[in-house]
């Protein structure tokens, strides 16, 4: 049965890793995890979700750990949870690379990913409880778990109307001038016709995005010359999103001991919001630059069309 197994090398698994990701997976996880994937890939029949129980287990015995609230613990604690981080990053690349996740998988991962987070949340609180005697560490595991969700509600909402501005641009650019028919504006029909070219296209995708930025990058010109730097190694220029602030409360904060994890957490906390609201900035100069592209659009069409568009 072996014998009969695709044997993977590791630019094969490096080619299903992101294109983008966090500095702390790039840096800290990916030199093992691709190896592990390869392994697992070649030698095993290890699924996806049976790997997304392992990334479990482990962050079941870092709850455990933390709980107890010695530091000894409590590093121990840290060092299940990158473990069970690592597991976390395993089963997606191994999915993409054998092909065989499936959307059960999916929801296995989140679902388990926010129990994990939870557990661990009250789990640091109890156990910095039983170190201080305060009544207020309870209030821990509610801290942690707000800055997490302020940014996961951000997030996706945010890709949402960054995707919608999009498609609207392409669109609109492709299907400008449109007259068949006797109509400036093309019917609903051949708009979609168009969108299904732009989704085969990237290069027109990648054209309405930087055509999104031109007013953040025209007032931080700094910012593309980082940003390009940056992802040449695959780092995105959010260096604290949601993973390097679940690292910093949940393996360097319980590594520095229970007297330094609220200060860990407040730090990071406050670092998240920073660059969560540095993003919502620069959406909002994108709804410019959005706003701005379509009136140019329309305008032109106007001209051409030597009266008001038709809608």
Same mark, same amino acid.
């Given at each position: 049965?072996?014998?009969?197994?695709?044997?993977?090398?590791? *630019? %094969?698994?490096?080619?299903?890793?992101?294109?983008? %990701?966090?500095?702390?997976?790039?840096?800290?996880?990916?030199?093992?995890?691709?190896?592990?994937?390869?392994?697992?890939?070649?030698?095993?029949?290890?699924? +996806?979700?049976?790997?997304?129980?392992? =990334?479990?287990? @482990?962050?079941?015995?870092?709850?455990?750990?933390?709980?107890?609230?010695?530091?000894?613990?409590?590093?121990?604690?840290?060092?299940?949870?990158?473990?069970?981080?690592?597991? $976390?990053?395993?089963?997606?690349? !191994?999915?993409?690379?054998?092909?065989?996740?499936?959307?059960?998988?999916?929801?296995?991962?989140?679902?388990? $990913?926010?129990?994990?987070?939870?557990?661990?949340?009250?789990?640091?609180?109890?156990?910095?409880?039983?170190?201080?005697?305060? +009544? /207020?560490? =309870?209030? !821990?595991?509610?801290?942690?778990?707000?800055? %997490? !969700?302020?940014?996961?509600?951000?997030?996706?909402?945010?890709?949402?109307?960054?995707? =919608?501005?999009?498609?609207?641009?392409?669109?609109?650019?492709?299907?400008?001038?449109?007259?068949?028919?006797?109509?400036?504006?093309?019917?609903?029909?051949?708009?979609? /016709?168009?969108?299904?070219?732009?989704? /085969?296209?990237?290069?027109?995708?990648?054209?309405?995005?930087?055509?999104?930025?031109?007013?953040?990058?025209?007032?931080? +010109?700094?910012?593309?010359?980082?940003?390009?730097?940056?992802? *040449?190694?695959?780092?995105?220029?959010?260096?604290?999103?949601?993973? /390097?602030?679940?690292?910093?409360?949940?393996?360097?904060?319980?590594?520095?001991? +229970?007297?330094?994890?609220?200060?860990?957490?407040?730090?990071?906390?406050?670092?998240?919001?920073?660059?969560?609201?540095? !993003?919502?900035?620069?959406?909002?100069?994108?709804?410019? %630059? @959005?706003?701005?592209?379509?009136?140019?659009?329309?305008?032109?069409?106007?001209?051409? =069309?030597?009266?008001?568009?038709?809608?």
């Amino acid at each position: 049965m072996l014998a009969l197994m695709t044997t993977y090398s590791l *630019a %094969d698994v490096r080619a299903v890793c992101k294109s983008r %990701d966090a500095w702390w997976t790039v840096l800290l996880v990916d030199p093992m995890a691709c190896r592990l994937v390869r392994f697992l890939a070649s030698r095993t029949s290890v699924t +996806p979700n049976q790997v997304t129980a392992v =990334a479990f287990m @482990f962050g079941v015995c870092a709850a455990a750990c933390f709980s107890i609230g010695e530091w000894r613990f409590m590093a121990l604690g840290a060092v299940f949870f990158h473990l069970g981080f690592v597991a $976390d990053c395993i089963d997606g690349k !191994l999915a993409r690379l054998k092909r065989n996740g499936t959307v059960f998988g999916l929801w296995l991962d989140f679902a388990l $990913d926010q129990v994990r987070l939870v557990m661990c949340s009250f789990a640091l609180a109890y156990g910095l409880y039983l170190q201080t005697g305060r +009544p /207020e560490a =309870a209030f !821990l595991a509610g801290v942690i778990i707000a800055f %997490d !969700l302020v940014r996961y509600l951000n997030g996706p909402h945010m890709a949402k109307v960054r995707k =919608a501005m999009k498609e609207r641009l392409v669109v609109a650019l492709n299907v400008a001038g449109d007259t068949r028919g006797g109509r400036v504006r093309p019917s609903a029909k051949e708009k979609a /016709e168009v969108r299904d070219r732009i989704r /085969e296209n990237p290069s027109t995708r990648e054209e309405a995005q930087r055509g999104l930025q031109t007013g953040f990058q025209a007032r931080f +010109p700094w910012y593309l010359r980082m940003r390009q730097r940056l992802l *040449a190694r695959r780092i995105r220029t959010h260096l604290v999103s949601g993973i /390097e602030y679940q690292m910093a409360v949940f393996v360097v904060g319980p590594i520095l001991g +229970p007297a330094a994890l609220p200060y860990v957490v407040g730090v990071f906390g406050t670092l998240l919001m920073v660059f969560e609201s540095a !993003l919502v900035y620069k959406l909002w100069m994108s709804t410019r %630059d @959005f706003n701005r592209a379509m009136r140019r659009i329309e305008s032109r069409e106007e001209s051409r =069309a030597g009266a008001p568009l038709v809608r």
